[in-house]
């Protein structure tokens, strides 16, 4: 099977980029040197991998469809800075440091997928990927406000999330039925907060998100009780929606 007779795969997600210019904007927002290594995410037909090869100093390109890897191999084999991974993204462990991630990422994967990055910070410099413009929202989004959440203060903790620009569905086939956004998360050398534990500063998160719409002394009951909530300055009748990254960071320094 060559690339023209190709069928993507809806249980997989794939949707190919085809329109040039989005290509050459995603190329320019990425900035890439011949310093630079980059890990490029799902590079489906190619059409990002065969610039990044001949922008940076080296390229891994990891696929899960064996399909699709089979015919990158063929088409893109003999680039010396290009290697080629088979293997589902979620599993995948970055080593080299300072690595510069690229990504057109399936809708349903996305938040796991984001998660497994920030957790692997430590050896990326910056990510930038495409997602569902929905999704991009709820990453960016500030308190008071419909879109923020739980997922949105966990990314924030952990990077700087920029909407570069948007993508029109009819930028991609087979065209998705909602837009996209192509988004930089600029990796924090430091968190947004600092915390004494990190791991119960989300827990106060989720459970506080878990009842969005309660008052904060209702969802943290039993985690931080209403004095300790009073200590901090914040109101026990607040909702967690109107909280803070520096709020949350308060409350869980408060216990």
Do not use: W
């Not at 190709?6 to 310093?35: H, M, T, W």
């Amino acid at each position: 099977m060559n690339i023209a007779e190709f069928y993507p795969r809806k249980s997989l997600g794939q949707n190919f980029l085809i329109d040039d210019n989005i290509k050459v904007k995603i190329i320019q927002a990425c900035n890439v040197s011949s310093e630079e290594f980059v890990l490029e995410i799902g590079p489906g037909k190619g059409a990002l991998t065969q610039e990044l090869v001949k922008l940076a100093k080296g390229v891994v390109a990891v696929e899960k469809d064996v399909r699709l890897f089979q015919m990158l191999c063929q088409t893109l084999g003999g680039y010396l800075n290009l290697s080629l991974v088979n293997q589902d993204i979620l599993t995948y462990r970055i080593s080299q440091s300072n690595t510069k991630v690229i990504g057109n990422i399936p809708y349903n994967i996305s938040s796991p997928l984001i998660e497994h990055l920030l957790m692997q910070k430590d050896k990326i410099s910056v990510i930038y990927l495409t997602l569902q413009k929905e999704l991009a929202e709820r990453i960016i989004a500030k308190p008071r406000t419909k879109a923020y959440s739980s997922f949105s203060i966990f990314v924030q903790y952990h990077s700087v999330p920029t909407i570069k620009f948007i993508i029109k569905r009819g930028s991609f086939r087979p065209r998705p039925k909602v837009d996209s956004a192509f988004v930089e998360f600029v990796i924090r050398k430091t968190p947004a907060v600092t915390v004494k534990d990190e791991e119960f500063f989300f827990k106060i998160v989720r459970a506080a998100f878990g009842q969005r719409r309660k008052m904060i002394s209702n969802t943290l009951k039993g985690l931080v009780d209403q004095e300790k909530i009073c200590q901090t300055g914040i109101s026990p009748s607040i909702r967690p929606e109107d909280l803070s990254l520096d709020d949350f960071g308060r409350l869980a320094n408060s216990s």
